[in-house]
């Protein structure tokens, strides 16, 4: 298991920016698979975002491409979510999460979960 800690999340009006951040110690960072979910009052959790341990390959839903952008410096042992252009439906308990495969499509997310950091955007 690797430890997680989030930061960054707020209040933001909607079209705004916020940057998460994820420090992750415990592990070597770098040979983890690093991702972040969210969850909203009352519904399921859903993926966000993605990057493979050399941070060269991303995913995200459609939901989110085009205005999120995840990032890792793994001298630092970080994962960042830039989001931009945020919307009220952005709103939710933002999760940073890690897997040791190497393939993102086969994560399963079982080496760790941060504890979360609230996102909220409002009209």
């Known amino acids: 298991q690797v430890q997680l800690v989030e930061s960054g999340g707020g209040l933001v009006q909607a079209g705004g920016s916020l940057r998460l951040s994820c420090v992750a110690s415990?592990?070597?960072?770098?040979?983890?698979?690093m991702g972040w979910f969210r969850q909203a009052p009352g519904k399921e959790r859903e993926f966000v975002a993605a990057?493979?341990?050399?941070?060269?390959?991303?995913s995200y839903p459609d939901s989110v491409k085009g205005r999120f952008t995840i990032s890792r410096d793994n001298a630092k042992n970080t994962v960042y979510l830039q989001m931009n252009s945020l919307k009220p439906e952005d709103t939710a308990v933002y999760y940073c999460v890690a897997d040791s495969k190497f393939d993102l499509a086969l994560a399963t997310w079982t080496a760790g979960w941060g504890q979360g950091t609230q996102v909220t955007v409002s009209l």
């Open positions: 415990g592990r070597t960072f770098s040979l983890y698979t």
């Open positions: 990057i493979n341990r050399g941070g060269g390959t991303t």
